[in-house]
C-alpha cells in the first residue's frame, strides 16, 4: 500500500506543475497550495489531477 501513495502522490504533484499547481505530498497527506483566491475552475482542475491520478495508479 505504501509503494501505491508514494507513486500516486508523485505522479499527483508531476502532473500539478504542468498547469502551474502546487502540489506537495507531506506525510501520508497530499497538500493541494491552490493561487491565494482559486477559481472554481482551477479547483476543478486541481481535483481532476487527483482523480485522474487516482485511476492511473490504482489500475
Known amino acids: 500500500m505504501r ?8 505522479k499527483a504533484a508531476a502532473k500539478a506543475l504542468e498547469p502551474g499547481l502546487l ?3 507531506v506525510g501520508s497527506v497530499l497538500c493541494l497550495l491552490p493561487p491565494l483566491t482559486p477559481t ?3 479547483t476543478d ?3 481532476g489531477i487527483f482523480r485522474e ?4 495508479t490504482l489500475n
Open 3 to 10: 509503494s501505491r501513495w508514494n507513486l500516486f502522490s508523485k
Open 23 to 25: 502540489i506537495r505530498p
Open 40 to 42: 472554481a475552475d482551477e
Open 45 to 47: 482542475e486541481m481535483t
Open 53 to 56: 491520478t487516482l485511476v492511473e
